[in-house]
């Protein structure tokens, strides 16, 4: 009677669904790690919770005060930085935090069976709930340059699980080729950065000449993820279909992507750890 | 005839095989430039060799061997951290290693809070956990200490939380990768108290040790791994007396 046994390797569906499984059964585990990363975060710290409110804020002041006389024809200049800025930091911290976390911080993984993906999910956890904190500061900028806070406010929850799903994707893609080489990982920081300029965050779109402009922005999925992240902030307005359907391609294909790739990948991590 | 139902873990012709290059490669730029160069030659190594073996449901069994002799290699792929490179692996029940003590425990938080992390890591549902903290706090020791952050703990009160909050749960299946030297005198008595009262329950405890006095006192079966071959399973003091017999012949 082998159907008693509660693991069999003859038995093992594909991973990438055996993964999927294993993160339901263990939900727990993720909502522990994200209180984990965020309480210890604000406990280390006396300044605490005000660290996440201020770290984007100096940096939308560093930029605004040396780009305001470059780009001074963009009204409401640093609520354009700040709700560009957010999306990226946002993408920036998460996707270093999952890399970091399967490359370095495999220990667990090493002693015990979790879903292999408990971590890079509950490194999207700690992010929204950072993110969510930081649209306080945002909103606070937004009704001081005069821009009004529309009902559109309420398509950001959309954005932000576009901007999930791409983080988590392009996060995962990198840490299985750095758990391999790790040379990949800091390779990846330097174009991070290159990456940040090539999308508008601190200038405006129209800085790119106008014949460039479609293959310049068409080959950066960012370009669009920022983007639905900015229109219903910063703009006021509700992102049109053609737009809302060219952000879920470009962030649903390196989701499945990325998860395909890293549950094939992930049974051999063990090896290299 | 033996019943199958009996066995908690089964392992029929279990391999673990590194394909490693044969001069190590760290990095992307090193492996890009040796493709090119077409230089790259694997050295293969088992790990594990058609490793057949059924451990019971109860019993304690110990598995010994020297230093590589490929033990802790066993232990992963019974707890399904390795997934073995050839061979079925079939496990009946939850599988709890005793971690490295501390192993997932984050300095900032308190006991408790370090209980609850501690206890979604071994798969524990969160309700289950509430059930049972008293009990953990119990035995650890800790009293008020139990909200107090990690990092005011002295060496052996993390290590008492570490092993109350392994064991509290009285695992299915238990490994214990040499950590029983835990603590003061008196609290690695009672970690032995709860090991035997694991024996009259249904726990299946599988310990890798060193220590011979340990192994012939806790366990009733073991298995001597040799260079990834088991070379004899049975009765705890026959295996050993091969083992020694071996040893001394070297």
């Given at each position: 009677m082998s159907e008693e046994f509660i693991y069999d390797s003859d038995k093992r569906g594909p991973v990438s669904i055996e993964e999927l499984r294993g993160i339901f059964q263990y939900r727990d585990l993720i909502y522990q790690l994200v209180r984990r990363d965020v309480v210890s975060r604000y406990k280390r710290s006396v300044l605490g919770i005000v660290w996440t409110l201020l770290q984007p804020l100096g940096m939308m002041f560093i930029l605004s005060m040396v780009f305001a006389n470059l780009f001074h024809?963009?009204?409401?200049y640093p609520a354009y930085i700040l709700s560009g800025l957010l999306a990226w930091t946002f993408f920036a911290q998460t996707t270093g935090a999952i890399i970091h976390q399967i490359v370095w911080g495999g220990a667990l993984l090493r002693q015990i069976y979790l879903p292999r993906t408990s971590f890079a999910i509950s490194a999207i956890g700690t992010g929204l709930v950072n993110l969510t904190i930081s649209f306080v500061p945002l909103f606070i900028i937004l009704l001081s340059s005069g821009l009004p806070i529309n009902s559109s406010v309420l398509f950001l929850p959309i954005s932000m699980v576009l901007l999930s799903a791409f983080s988590l994707g392009i996060g995962l893609i990198i840490s299985t080729l750095a758990v391999r080489f790790p040379d990949i990982a800091e390779m990846y920081h330097i174009i991070l950065t290159a990456w940040m300029y090539l999308t508008p965050i601190v200038y405006p779109e129209k800085l790119i000449p106008e014949s460039y402009r479609f293959w310049f922005f068409n080959l950066n999925p960012m370009y669009h993820i920022v983007k639905i992240f900015r229109m219903p902030l910063f703009e006021g307005v509700f992102p049109d279909l053609r737009t809302l359907i060219i952000a879920m391609v470009v962030s649903l294909v390196p989701l499945i992507v990325g998860w395909l790739f890293y549950s094939k990948r992930a049974d051999e991590f063990a090896y290299y750890w | 005839m033996e019943n199958q139902n009996t066995d908690a873990i089964r392992l029929e012709d279990v391999s673990v095989g590194y394909r490693r290059p044969g001069e190590p490669i760290h990095t992307f730029k090193e492996y890009a430039i040796r493709l090119i160069q077409g230089k790259i030659q694997y050295k293969e190594f088992n790990a594990l060799s058609n490793v057949n073996l059924k451990i019971h449901k109860g019993e304690t069994f110990a598995i010994v061997g020297n230093n590589g002799a490929g033990k802790s290699t066993l232990l992963k792929v019974i707890s399904r951290v390795l997934i073995p490179t050839q061979g079925r692996v079939q496990i009946n029940g939850k599988v709890t290693p005793l971690l490295q003590l501390g192993a997932g425990f984050h300095p900032e938080l308190s006991g408790r809070e370090n209980v609850f992390l501690n206890g979604t890591i071994l798969g524990h549902p969160r309700r289950e956990i509430e059930e049972h903290m008293e009990e953990v706090i119990e035995f650890s020791e800790l009293g008020e200490f139990i909200d107090a952050p990690l990092r005011t703990y002295s060496s052996g009160m993390s290590a008492r939380l570490g092993f109350a909050a392994a064991t509290t749960w009285e695992p299915d299946i238990l490994l214990l990768d040499e950590v029983l030297s835990v603590g003061d005198e008196a609290f690695q008595k009672k970690c032995h108290v709860r090991m035997q009262n694991f024996r009259k329950e249904r726990t299946t405890s599988i310990l890798v040790s060193h220590v011979m006095k340990t192994v012939l006192s806790l366990c009733e079966r073991a298995a001597w791994l040799d260079h990834g071959i088991v070379r004899a399973v049975g009765k705890t003091e026959e295996v050993i007396a091969e083992y020694r017999k071996a040893q001394k012949k070297v």
């Open positions: 024809s963009v009204k409401g | -």
